[in-house]
């Protein structure tokens, strides 16, 4: 088992940012790819960003490519997902994700989910 714990979130005004953190205990967080996803009301949960366990390769979603950053400390059992220049679209609750393979936190079928941390984005 993995157990994941989201952090970071909160309201912001339309340009800022925050620094969302994922903290694992469980299983070696080193051995598992991290992905983070979001659902806003209404809709389905979408793909965000993903990560290797090497932290070597990252995919993002086309609509944060260039502004979030997706980060991880294995000493720290930590994901972090930069999120800058904020835009109300991107209100949602952010989850985070585990995975052995980086292919599934793509498509969503992953082993562990994280409870979520609420973003609201003010325009």
């Known amino acids: 088992q993995v157990q994941l714990v989201e952090s970071g979130g909160g309201l912001v005004q339309a340009g800022g940012s925050l620094r969302l953190s994922c903290a694992a205990s469980?299983?070696?967080?080193?051995?598992?790819?991290m992905g983070w996803f979001r659902q806003a009301p209404g809709k389905e949960r979408e793909f965000v960003a993903v990560?290797?366990?090497?932290?070597?390769?990252?995919y993002y979603a086309d609509s944060v490519k260039g502004r979030f950053t997706i980060s991880r400390d294995n000493a720290k059992d930590t994901v972090y997902l930069q999120v800058n220049s904020l835009k109300p679209e991107d209100t949602a609750v952010y989850y985070c994700?585990?995975?052995?393979?980086?292919?599934?936190?793509?498509?969503?079928?992953?082993?562990?989910w994280g409870k979520g941390t609420q973003v609201t984005v003010s325009s």
């Open positions: 994700a585990a995975d052995r393979s980086f292919k599934n936190l793509i498509t969503g079928g992953v082993d562990y």
């Open positions: 469980g299983r070696t967080f080193s051995s598992y790819a």
């Open positions: 990560i290797s366990w090497t932290g070597g390769s990252t």
